[in-house]
Structures are given as structure tokens and as C-alpha cells.
């Protein structure tokens, strides 16, 4: 029976090295000098550390672009609001990896409700969908690729 799965996931590797471009161009560039601003990654958590809420916004977009030029999308960053203090800023962004339960669910209903004969079952933080012609799971992957969902879904897989 063809099945695949969906799931939600980064290059851990590739995003290090993301981090560390960025680390080194706000380190050579200009208006950063001075300022003590860093990138600073522990496991899937990123902290941006620097003196005002616009340099800030630089850093998030030099984050940004050095993510999508190492092939991560920035779909799974979820940005957590700025801590302003007088003389510091920080900001928490959380790279997100797999589906968490809710969001399984509702991507379960979603393919239940369009009426194609496929079963889905929730594995973890991945989703497995299985069914007996492949037409029917290019069918659902269409209609997930179709779906507004605020995570970047991959499917991978795919067996025959």
C-alpha cells in the first residue's frame, strides 16, 4: 500500500552555520560596531542580543536572509516579542521542528473532510498518510500544499 509522510522539519546544521554568518556580519558591519550585538543558538532556541529595538530589526533581517540563502525556510522561525530595557534589547526565536498535536489534528480533519480514500495516522511529530492508489496521495499532497498552515510542511517517503 503507497504511503508517505508529512512532516515539519530544518537542517540543524545548516541553521548553525546561518547563525554563525550572521554572528560575523554583524560583527564586521559598521553600524553594529560598539554595540555588543550577538546571535546566540542553544539547541532550537535563538537569542538576538543588542542595544536598540531598530538594530534589532536589522539583525531579525540579516537572520532572515543567511537562513534562506543555507536552504532553511523561514517559515519555522517563530519570533517572540522584544524585551526593551533601557540600554538593552533582546529577542527569542524559536526554530521550530515537527508537528505538534493540534495542528496534526487539524491537518487530519482537513484531509478526512476532502473525501479522498486515504487513512492518516499521527506518529509522533509526523503525519502518515497511506492509500491504495498514488493518485489519491498526490491528491493530499496537494491539498496540504493548498492549506494555510504557519509551518513549512516536507513530505518525504513516499513508498510505493
Not at 19 to 42: C, H, I, M, P, Y
Not at 135 to 155: M, N
Amino acid at each position: 500500500m503507497p504511503s508517505f509522510d508529512v512532516v515539519s522539519e530544518f537542517d540543524a546544521h545548516e541553521a548553525s552555520n546561518a547563525v554563525d554568518q550572521a554572528n560575523r556580519e554583524v560583527n564586521t558591519r559598521f553600524d553594529f560596531k560598539g554595540t555588543g550585538s550577538k546571535f546566540e543558538l542553544e539547541g532550537q532556541l535563538l537569542t538576538l542580543t543588542t542595544q536598540s529595538d531598530f538594530q534589532l530589526k536589522q539583525m531579525l533581517d540579516i537572520l532572515r536572509q543567511k537562513l534562506a540563502k543555507r536552504g532553511v525556510d523561514i517559515g519555522c522561525m517563530k519570533e517572540e516579542e522584544p524585551e526593551l530595557t533601557g540600554t538593552r534589547a533582546r529577542q527569542e526565536v524559536l526554530l521550530r521542528k515537527g508537528i505538534d498535536m493540534p495542528l496534526a489534528r487539524s491537518l487530519v480533519k482537513t484531509v478526512k473532510s476532502s473525501k479522498l480514500k486515504v487513512q492518516t495516522a499521527i506518529q509522533g511529530d509526523k503525519l502518515r498518510v497511506s492509500g491504495k492508489k498514488r493518485d489519491d496521495l498526490q491528491a493530499v499532497i496537494s491539498l496540504l500544499k493548498d492549506t494555510d498552515v504557519d509551518l513549512p510542511l516536507q513530505y518525504e517517503n513516499f513508498r510505493d
